[in-house]
């Protein structure tokens, strides 16, 4: 059974950070693109940033330079390491994982279950 478990989401001081962590488990997914995404209540989920087979990253605006992505293959594990938290990063925030780039970002194969971040002010 192929399953993303996320981690390390929690309440936290806006300035603070946080790093999430997805772990793979079923198959590898190396070969795979990895994504995080995240819902805040009552809007739509929206990809964060994005990470393929050979490490090429990408981060929406309103992360960039606060945020990074990155993947440890060893350990079948992607990384979400967010610095400069603002209230408005709050939201649950869900690991993805497709065979492609495209697929990743519009209709992940697989999703985890989310783990909340919230930032208070």
């Known amino acids: 059974q192929v399953q993303l478990l996320e981690s390390g989401g929690g309440l936290v001081q806006a300035g603070g950070s946080l790093r999430l962590s997805c772990t793979a488990s079923?198959?590898?997914?190396?070969?795979?693109?990895m994504a995080w995404f995240r819902q805040a209540p009552g809007k739509e989920r929206l990809v964060v940033a994005t990470?393929?087979?050979?490490?090429?990253?990408f981060h929406v605006d309103s992360v960039k330079g606060r945020f990074t992505i990155s993947r440890n293959k060893g350990k079948n594990t992607v990384y979400l390491q967010m610095n400069s938290l603002k209230p408005e990063d709050t939201a649950v925030y869900y690991c993805a994982a497709d065979s492609t780039l495209v697929g990743v970002t519009t209709r992940p194969a697989y999703w985890g279950q989310g783990t909340q971040v919230t930032v208070s002010s």
């Open positions: 990470i393929t087979s050979s490490d090429r990253t």
């Open positions: 079923g198959r590898t997914f190396n070969s795979y693109a």
